[in-house]
């Protein structure tokens, strides 16, 4: 259940702007909350934004609050991440992932048992 398929990510320059998506089973979207992470080289998962449910609460890190947003596609089965003004410490890997909504914490990746693939996403300053 809950098998996250993600796309997008790139090379990017700073400034620059770039989606990330994630498709899930149906009903996904609506049964969990979400939620964006990221994996620098050498570096501890961080959360990045989350969802409560499909069109619920959103969260944000406070380093990308302003400049991120996380939102429904129009598939309705689809997460995205569209990342503005991107900054060289934003690169990293970036993984969507699912949790049951009950307990837990947003920013909290052990609280999340469905993981994507994960994305590379490059910032050159």
């Known amino acids: 259940q809950a098998q996250l398929v993600q796309s997008g990510g790139g090379s990017v320059q700073a400034g620059d702007s770039l989606r990330l998506s994630c498709a899930a089973s149906?009903?996904?979207?609506?049964?969990?909350?979400m939620a964006w992470f990221r994996q620098g080289p050498g570096k501890d998962r961080e959360p990045v934004a989350a969802?409560?449910?499909?069109?619920?609460?959103?969260y944000y890190a406070d380093s990308v609050k302003g400049r991120f947003t996380i939102f429904q596609g129009a598939g309705k089965n689809t997460l995205n991440l569209q990342m503005s003004s991107l900054r060289a410490e934003d690169t990293a890997m970036y993984y969507c992932a699912a949790r049951l909504c009950v307990g837990g914490n947003w920013w909290a990746p052990h609280d999340y048992g469905f993981w994507g693939q994960g994305t590379q996403v490059t910032v050159s300053a």
């Open positions: 969802m409560y449910t499909s069109g619920g609460s959103t």
């Open positions: 149906q009903d996904t979207y609506t049964k969990y909350c």
